[in-house]
């Protein structure tokens, strides 16, 4: 959380929008979660790599989908 906040504070120095991804890929209590279970009839959905740092391709379907909501709630990206 620390560094989030020094590079949340850089952004807003210089004028750069942060989005804070964490919250998309954390569990209901914001703690780090490696898998997303989205359909109890199935296993639970890798989202973070082996590493725990790289996301897989469902994690990143999970970042983009959390960008593009930030976007269009700030008014940077059109609906249309």
Request: one cysteine or more; charged letters at 25%; aromatic letters at 12%.
């Amino acid at each position: 959380q620390y560094i989030n906040d020094v590079i949340k504070r850089t952004c807003q120095r210089n004028h750069v929008y942060f989005i804070d991804m964490w919250m998309y890929l954390a569990d209901s209590s914001r703690c780090f979660q490696r898998y997303w279970n989205n359909d109890p009839e199935h296993y639970p959905t890798p989202i973070r790599a082996k590493d725990g740092i790289h996301v897989t391709p469902e994690g990143n379907r999970m970042l983009s989908a959390g960008i593009v909501r930030e976007l269009v709630k700030r008014n940077l990206l059109p609906l249309s």
